[in-house]
């Protein structure tokens, strides 16, 4: 693949100043403070607005997935090196937290567990250091399949080796046997929350940072033409490899955090499926900006956890807007967020409000028509026979009958045809609004 | 921007939550099972299952207490442990206090945990786990609690009862054992040894074998050493596709004998063994449903069908999981102090409709019961599978199997 | 002995079966540079529509019509999909075709439900063929060799005997001069995938019946075909045959025999150590060849990358 790569510059992931989408992607190399801040504070008082267990819990969630799809994201978006088996850090850093963690507990060791994901961390780098040793001597496919089979190699150990891995059940262990952080003792989930949210700021700052270093920079100009950087005397593979064990490194920290917040690990946190998992989302988020992979994790962990407990159709839905992701917007929801940066610096964002109302509500709509049709579809087929009721935003109604149909077959239609009637309105507000100077 | 990103994420999630929040008029039980991805189908039966279970048996009748009604409340784990304790925590929010689930051992053993610890760190929010179907041993004993009932036959009580029948048969004197590579496999694996090595010392284990679990594209070979072998019997432990696909390829590469096995029936199984697994296929199982066990099982088997015409009930102990909840929570006179009902559910003795006593051992929570050795077959059958004509036939049955069994279990009461 | 040739058949059965997937996949990813992802997923697509068909006008039209179903299919999703992600480069390519896969799998789902189907061997073809000490061989085993060895032929031909043939191996060389000479090159992009899905099609045809038709049969297979075409050789036909052929004996044998890690080992001249029970590696020197046969494939995937980057038959480097 890279030898097609290098051999045509348009199939690249690189940097196009003349696309406004793409302008962002190199970054500023001021570093401001502003986001920072914000988010941090954000991340303080998200707690007392959602009080409860479970959203703790899926925040928890969410958090070590976007520290995940970072660590991911300097491969994938920063080094352009595609990975198939990167759950493999993360699990691996997981479980020798969880055996320290049970060492911990079994010999009674002074051990503050806000340090543990440290070790996760310098663990998961090892074994990136081990591997990285013969896969970053090439990118594109050569990288990507040896990848795949030592993800697959590792997933199948995890039941083999039951030393280390626990077989099929996994290892798990109690966090509160280790010394009292300044009196807390990790009993509660807010608790585990706020040591999450301070490992997720560390890491994102690092990841930031790291970004912005000169083995950054290299990495990324590695990504775009290996050759020009050899010419320049850098060498592809070293810097492949020091972006490489930088990512397994917070892959490792992500899994020390999971340690902390389930207290199980398996072979579920090795496997394929969830290695698959990160790349759609870091890709869902967006590849080219740094805060994409954090927009990937909240959307997906969402996706995932709660809309799961809406319907049992969600993985269809997740596919379908992971695939018109891909096709329409490859720059993921950070592309799209970012396509409006200059339209916002012109000052014509208000311009667009109006014409996005005409055309999204109706859209949306029509959308939600569809996901009334699949429900009443798939209810009308596997449901039980006799219960033909069926509750679909807050109406409860008989998919058996035809009006139900009817209207959402209505909605649908309608909805659609509006967006699709307004569609070039929409366009020519969107060109008027990246048009500099003034057309009015 | 991020903030803004977070905050309507955030906003919708607690909306979404928020929208199911509990009412405490309701007794309810949170199902907690795979109901998407490869392993849904078991799930979304076992669910019909218990939905049906609670109708029939509680709200049917009247319901609870003073007409407090129960419902099942679908989670669903995607068989992933940490899914799985997410989807708990959810639970719990939603003022649930019994859990069930059934499908896997890891996560049954994720859960157990997980509760063992909740219950230790949230006094007032305490819940009770029903186990409708993970079989590993050492849930009951060492890894078991006080939270945890297992209302199925665990792995070893299982194996116990099948070594009965096959030591007991004259005509099998050699036994290949194979089974999926994790610890359900294993413990099938070392039960059957031990068992036969006790039974029926005469008799020769001539293969014993471990597959890579849900990777094995075709079982040829293994069927080959199996027939190679000159095995008379196999005993497997397998479930789900590696089931369909090692008994299939088994019978087809010229294997003559019975196949032991735990998990082949339903899921559209019986219906795929179809004529080939005649008589061949036997399982272990609770509760019998050819014959049935009683004319109200029957009445229930009927009142279900009227529901999912092509739905099985597969799963027979999850009627006697909400009988026996139900019964607890009456003795109890309460369903919210869950200390309480567990203590009623400790030692407590029920009529299953499906024929026989059950008894709930209290020093491990593993429920004690008749065990049935049934066949594949379609003479004799009132209630096939998979609307098929194939069901399954009770050959023999263990009375009260390993009523004595020891245990390992050092339980801890509140 | 007969025990060796039984499991040559049953190893050729195996490996023949993943070269008709892995033929569609390298002509396709030499072609267009994409690794598709869903590739499998096709492959369960013409299980699923073959038994429906099957039920409606028995197995042998589904073994006609099923294909043809799937190679619309696979043509359609390259000319409204693919065509359009390509010019966002490869890596959305290929991550939108991993997209598709899971869409694939939910959709199967969706509308066959979630359990096993019945799909079985036709009654023509449901006897013993013959047996070897004991061990009996289907004839559908036989009827399966006879159809992929009969595809393999035909693509044989096709691609060095026929014109057609000629401009697909030359695009696979030089896209850019075969466009330049006036061939229309995203034409050939969508017979060419068309043509690959539709082989992969008729695998899950005449697979179903024995490997078990359900939703996770694509999963199963998914990545494994992945690895047969970079062993060997990303673009090679031959490459291909080999590598199917080798991993089908590989796993088939490695099933049969029981060797022992700790004979391997003390083969070598290490010593089983004392106390078992201690060790670390305990379970290493538990492992049997039956248990890691199917995860053979990828040492070896590791291995030839890289110490022989461009696989057995590969000419270029990926």
Known sequence: MTDEMTKDPKQQIT????????????????????????????????????????????????????????????????????????????????????????????????????????????????????????????????????????????????????????????????????????????????????????????????????????????ANAVRDNPERAQFLGYSARWVRFYSFCASGFFCGIAGGLFAISYEILTEENLNAASSGVILLVTFLGGVGFFFGPIIGAIAFTLLQTVLSLQTELWSIYAGALFLATVMFFPGGLAGLLMMHVPAFKLGKMSGLVVPYFKTLIPAAIGVLGICALIEMTFHFRHGATGDNEMTLFWTTFDSHSVLPWIIAIAVAAIGIGIAKMTAPEMKEAWDEANTAGGTS | MKKITKLGAVSALSLIIGATAAFAEDIKIAFIDPLSGPFASTGTNGLHQFEHAVDFMVNDEGGLLDGQTMEVVGFDNKISPKESLIQLQVAIDQGIRYIVQGNSSGVANALTEAIDKHNRRNPDSRVLFLNYAAVDPALTNDKCNFWHFRFDANADIKMDALTDVIAADDSIEKVYIIGQDYSFGKAVSAAANKMLGEKAPEMEVVGDELHPIGKVKDFTPYARKVVASGADAVITGNWGADMLSLGKSIIENGFEGPIYTYYAAGSGMTAAFGEGGKDRIRLISQGSINPIGSDRARDAY?????????????????????????????????????????????????????????????????????????????????????????????????EMASMDSPTTCEMKRP | MELILVNLIDGLVTGLLLFMLSAGLTLIFSMMGVLNFAHASFYMLGAYFAYSISLAIGFWMGLLIAPLIVGLAGAGVERYGLRRVHQYGHVPELIFTFGLALLIEEVVQFIWGKNQMPYSVPEVLNFTAFSIAGNSIPAYKIFMIFISISIFIGLLYILTKTRVGMIIQAALSYPRTVEALGHNVPLIFMGVFGVGTALAGVAGVIAGPVLGTFPGMAFVLGSIVFVTIVIGGLGSLWGALVASLLIGWITTFAKSYNIAMSDILNGIGIATPENMSDNPFRDLWTITSPQIADILPYILMVLILIFRPAGLFGKRES
């Open chain 2, 302 to 398: 009927n009142s279900f069908l009227e529901r999912h015409p092509d739905g099985n009930i597969d799963q027979s102990r999850i009627y006697n999981t909400i009988g026996m909840l139900a019964e607890a929570i009456k003795e109890a006179g309460t369903a919210d102090d869950v200390v309480a009902v567990a203590n009623a559910l400790e030692n407590m003795e029920y009529d299953s409709m499906w024929g026989g006593k059950l008894f709930m051992r209290p020093q491990d929570h593993q429920l004690i019961q008749d065990m049935h050795i049934g066949v594949h077959t379609d003479e004799d059958i009132e209630f096939p599978y998979d609307s098929s004509t194939f069901g399954v036939k009770t050959e023999s049955t263990i």
């Open chain 1, 15 to 218: 940097t196009d100043p003349s696309k406004p989408s793409e302008r962002m992607r190199a970054g500023s190399m001021t570093i401001t403070l502003g986001p920072w801040i914000i988010a941090g504070i954000a991340l303080m008082l998200m707690p007392f607005i959602f009080t409860s267990n479970s959203a703790l819990t899926i925040m928890n969630q969410m958090w070590i997935t976007v520290i995940f799809a970072l660590a991911y994201n300097m491969l994938l978006g920063q080094g352009g090196m595609l990975s198939f088996g990167h759950a493999v850090y993360m699990g691996l850093g997981g479980f020798f937290c969880m055996h320290i963690m049970n060492y911990v507990e079994d010999y009674g060791v002074a051990f503050p567990l806000p340090l543990l994901p440290l070790f996760g961390g310098l663990f998961g780098m090892g074994f990136a250091m081990l591997i990285g040793s013969f896969s970053t001597s090439g990118a594109g496919t050569r990288f990507a399949m040896i990848s795949l089979g030592v993800g697959e190699l590792i997933a199948a150990c995890s039941v083999i080796i039951v030393a280390f891995f626990g077989g099929e059940e996994g290892i798990s262990g109690d966090r509160t046997y280790g010394l009292p952080f300044f009196g807390v003792e990790f009993l509660k989930q807010i608790e585990v929350y706020y040591l999450i949210s301070f490992w997720l700021m560390l890491s994102a700052a690092l990841m930031y940072l790291f970004s912005r270093t000169p083995v950054g920079r290299m």
